[in-house]
């Protein structure tokens, strides 16, 4: 007996396992944090813009121009649904305006074919929730409180999660997000001077019966 | 009152502990290595016994036939399962209530019967934890694959979240969540720290690389030191105390699932003390299903003798009775409370069209059970075993007859159904036994079956020691105490050799040795010690038995070390004392550890349900205050279960790591490891070390000091 040396950790084993202890409390954690922003929707939706099949400007049209946004979504009062313009209505200007415009060249095949422009939905939300426009309008939320600054974006891009943390927040608190209703479309409008928003937003409350509610029923149809 | 002289076998108040039978009979009750080597004997052998090889077999057909029943479950949708209104649980729930049952014995032994100072449960507590661990994955499986969605199941935890969504803290379902997932855990650390030192005698006996790293690793550098035996023995007691009032919880939580619906046969304020009964008698039978076959098929008939089943068996009667007793009360109080529904309920549960369940209940729990009364059958190992298998058929059906019994007739004639379970059902709870003995049979073969450690240390031989040493020693110590400079003093005394004479070369002659081992029975003299190459690392002194380890221990602190440490198997008594350990810091960071469980659970219960949070607070961080029955959104009682959940989860995890982290553990590298002598520690070796950083330490003085204190060998430790 004695010859054979028996076996034994290293030296360097001791500071190994420190190394593995770190690494049990700090894998799980970094995987966590991973996880957290990258599935989460502000990392996911935020900022979504996808190319669409003809190059239309919210910025020249909505910004510069100042068409109002109820001139191509007529239905965003009525419906739940603020509807997408049919090509006609693109046409109405222009027939006479860059009626040669190379851009414009999937618009007017769209027009004399007959055939919806295949615009990629940017504000999309899960099947699974019902949402509607013409209750948030008649409400005084406004365009630019979920949409963001449209007159700025040359392509549209998403500014809000659309989560449902995100709607619950409106949801519960209403005050800060309303105004008056013949101020929804208007981009620049501010309180009155003097006026707190959320004061502004108690009145309107009371004036417009917001009362929103947050059962599962009342998005999940 | 006169005394009255009872027979001594019923004479249950004044028993006399010599006549009972050992504990640990034949071979591996006569001392520690014994021990080692009988238990060690079923993890090393080369091959396991061919029952293994046959059990084995069958139970991993089993676990097939769950993961193929669970794939199709997944893949296809819930509607494989017979379930539907109105009998909306059924097999599922039952298969969940039944095995977290199960799960109830593991902590109990380990738990309860530690706190009542039992000592016949080391020889069972191991297994019955392995056990209760596999239940609770057992039980664990099914509600999350009723939930249909099962990779949806995260969502019961509370976490910030882009729903904005939290779980109802009023709800028992959710109260379940902890409460099971706390008992989870728990059962995992107090089942791994019990582990640790036996996983050392493993490694210890490794005779193959592939084992010693494995075990090495497990064992986390466990080496039996007194220092860490202090520290281990406040931590095991401390978990013992937390597990108790978690055990009695969690089926308390799990009765709350029906006793706080409106539903007949469940709306019961019996329910909890009934629920905790059931599972402790379902969770000792199956203990005893499982321990009568594997003492047999690995020979630990020496460890769970006639008498541990005897004491089983007595326990399966007494919960037996009391299952009983709530029985009864359930039909009285329907009778008594004059409620319609209750009263129907009752008469349907006995004789209605599933009638034939609530007699198999009956009888399997409260009549076949009473056959244990007679001492014969108690000592019959095959009435024993039918009676427990009985027993866990009987508390299946139990569980089956409240749940699916109680739906199938509700309030309303109209909303009348039955039940039959589809095959998927039937196959997946068949399947669950595949899982359960799987990871049964695993842990038989590769791990400690029996806590070694706590075993040696209920052997007689691990508290008697030769007298005249004690009391040779203890005469030193007022000369060794005024010694205050050095150890000077020793050197002129003359030597009291302690051990007896001629017994000292021979106990020597018994050791193994090692490099630089010298026997203290050679001539003693500091000018012929044989130089080691280098410094060295400390001296390693080796003793015949845990009396002669304290002994010496006392000497060596009152010479004034402190840079050293006694090593032995199991924590031996009083020898904290004899080295002037002072008590552990670990209580107190357990109780900081509980309070801070309580106080996250309570804010946390507070900041989701508040409305105040629903608006302060942005995103997935706002609160979600819930309307349920008119309840307030803070209500403190709804919010105990959850607080006191974790409690038990922070301070039982404070228990945990606070004990390696005192300890400084896992330590992997040791110098003494490499000697033979050291590694016996964990079989049955008392050592003490002096460690050479210690500032008196000095290599002729200190091995002089050493050898005065009657060990039987002493050994220089390199630096490796």
């Known amino acids: 007996m004695g010859s054979k040396p028996l076996l034994t950790f290293p030296r360097w084993s001791n500071k190994a396992a420190v190394g593995v202890l770190v690494g049990l409390v700090g894998l799980p954690l970094y995987v966590g944090l991973l996880l957290a922003y990258g599935a989460n929707p502000t990392s996911l939706t935020v900022g979504y813009q996808p190319v669409q099949p003809v190059p239309y400007s919210h910025a020249v049209h909505a910004g510069k121009l100042g068409i109002d946004c109820r001139y191509c979504h007529t239905t965003v009062e009525k419906t739940g649904m603020a509807a997408l313009p049919p090509t006609e209505v693109c046409m109405n200007c222009h027939k006479a305006i860059f009626p040669n415009s190379a851009k414009l060249a999937e618009v007017r095949k769209s027009y004399v074919e007959g055939t919806p422009i295949p615009w990629v939905k940017v504000h999309d939300l899960a099947d699974y929730v019902y949402f509607n426009h013409s209750a948030h309008v008649n409400a005084g939320v406004g365009c630019i409180t979920c949409h963001g600054p449209i007159q700025q974006m040359e392509t549209v891009r998403t500014v809000a999660p659309l989560n449902m943390a995100w709607c619950l927040s409106c949801h519960r608190d209403p005050k800060p997000f309303l105004r008056p209703r013949d101020q929804v479309t208007n981009m620049d409008w501010t309180p009155p001077a003097g006026v707190a928003a959320t004061a502004l937003g108690e009145q309107l409350r009371e004036k417009y019966h917001v009362n929103p509610s947050t059962d599962c029923v009342t998005c999940h149809r | 009152m006169t005394s009255v002289t009872l027979p001594y076998e019923l004479d249950n108040t004044a028993e006399d502990p010599r006549r009972r039978p050992a504990l640990i009979t034949g071979e591996a009750g006569l001392g520690f290595d014994r021990v080692t080597d009988e238990v060690c004997r079923v993890a090393e052998a080369r091959r396991p016994p061919r029952a293994w090889y046959l059990a084995m077999g069958v139970s991993s057909l089993g676990l097939a036939i769950l993961v193929v029943m669970v794939a199709y479950l997944v893949f296809t949708g819930i509607g494989v399962w017979n379930l539907n209104r109105p009998v909306c649980w059924a097999f599922d729930i039952t298969n969940f209530v039944f095995w977290i049952g199960i799960g109830h014995a593991g902590t109990l032994i380990s738990a309860i019967?530690?706190?009542?100072?039992?000592?016949?449960?080391?020889?069972?507590?191991?297994f019955a934890e392995a056990m209760t661990i596999f239940a609770v994955i057992c039980a664990g499986l099914f509600p999350a694959i009723h939930l249909g969605r099962i990779w949806f199941a995260y969502w019961l935890f509370p976490y910030p979240n882009q729903m904005g969504t939290w779980p109802n803290f009023v709800s028992p379902l959710v109260w379940d969540v902890f409460a099971v997932s706390t008992y989870a855990t728990v059962s995992l650390l107090f089942w791994y720290m019990g582990m640790v030192p036996d996983l050392a005698t493993f490694r210890d006996r490794a005779t193959t690389k592939l084992r010693f790293y494995i075990y090495g690793a497990l064992s986390l550098g466990w080496r039996g030191s007194q220092r860490h035996w202090h520290v281990y023995e406040r931590a095991y007691l401390l978990l013992a105390a937390l597990a108790t009032a978690l055990v009695v919880s969690v089926h308390s939580v799990v009765s709350t699932d029906f006793a706080v619906a409106q539903l007949p046969g469940w709306h019961s304020t019996i329910f909890p003390?009934?629920?905790?009964?059931?599972?402790?008698?379902?969770?000792?039978?199956?203990?005893?299903?499982?321990?009568?076959?594997?003492?047999?098929?690995?020979?630990?008939?020496?460890?769970?003798?006639?008498r541990h089943l005897d004491n089983m068996a007595k326990i399966i009667l007494v919960t037996s009775c009391m299952v009983g007793y709530s029985y009864l009360m359930e039909f009285f109080t329907a009778w008594r409370s004059g409620n319609p529904w209750d009263q129907f309920h009752f008469l349907n549960r006995m004789f209605g069209p599933m009638g034939w369940c609530g007699w198999v209940m009956l009888i399997c729990n409260a009549v076949i059970p009473q056959v244990l009364w007679l001492k014969f059958a108690r000592r019959k190992v095959w009435i024993l075993f039918v009676v427990s298998v009985l027993v866990n058929v009987g508390m299946w059906f139990e569980r089956f007859v409240i749940i699916a019994v109680g739906l199938h007739r509700d309030f309303l004639p109209s909303n009348w159904g039955s039940y039959r379970p589809s095959y998927v059902e039937v196959w997946t709870l068949v399947g669950s036994f595949g899982l359960f003995l799987t990871l049964f049979m695993l842990f038989c073969r590769y791990l400690p079956m029996v806590a070694m450690a706590e075993v040696k240390g209920i052997l007689p031989v691990g508290h008697e020691g030769p007298s005249q040493f004690r009391a040779a020693s203890d005469a030193q110590l007022p000369e060794m105490g005024s010694a205050s400079s050095g150890i000077a003093p020793i050197l002129d005394s003359p030597h009291p050799n302690p051990l007896p004479e001629g017994e000292g070369t021979e106990a020597a002659s018994h050791l193994p040795e090692g490099e630089g081992t010298e026997h203290a029975s050679s001539a003693p003299h500091p000018g012929h010690l044989p130089e080691g190459e280098g410094e060295p690392w400390g001296l390693l002194a080796t003793y015949r038995d845990p009396a002669a380890l304290r002994a010496a221990a006392r000497v060596v602190r009152d010479a004034g070390y402190r840079q050293w440490d006694c090593y032995s198997p199991f924590p031996v008594h009083g020898l904290d004392e004899a080295m002037g350990i002072r008590p552990t810091v670990l209580p107190w960071l357990v109780f900081a550890g509980g309070l801070a469980g309580c106080m996250l659970a309570l804010v946390m219960q507070w900041y989701v349900?508040?409305?105040?949070?629903?608006?302060?607070?942005?995103?997935?961080?706002?609160?979600?205050?819930?309307?349920?029955?008119?309840?307030?959104?803070?209500?403190?009682?709804?919010?105990?279960?959850?607080a006191f959940e974790l409690t038990v989860l922070l301070a039982s995890l404070t228990a945990f790591l606070g004990l390696w982290a005192l300890v400084r553990l896992p330590r992997y590298h040791f110098p003494p490891f490499a000697s033979r002598q050291f590694r016996k520690v964990t079989d049955d070796g008392f050592t003490l070390v002096i460690e050479a950083r210690d500032e008196k330490f000095n290599r002729a003085t200190t091995r002089e000091l050493i050898r005065s204190t009657g060990c039987v060998a002493v050994e220089e430790i390199k630096d490796t």
């Open chain 2, 113 to 126: 019967l530690f706190l009542l100072r039992q000592k016949w449960r080391t020889s069972i507590n191991r």
């Open chain 2, 273 to 306: 003390p009934y629920f905790v009964a059931g599972a402790i008698f379902s969770g000792f039978a199956m203990v005893v299903t499982l321990a009568i076959p594997a003492r047999e098929m690995f020979g630990l008939k020496d460890f769970i003798t006639p």
């Open chain 2, 609 to 642: 349900n508040s409305p105040f949070t629903a608006v302060s607070a942005a995103g997935g961080l706002a609160g979600l205050p819930l309307v349920f029955s008119g309840k307030p959104y803070w209500s403190l009682a709804a919010n105990i279960p959850i």
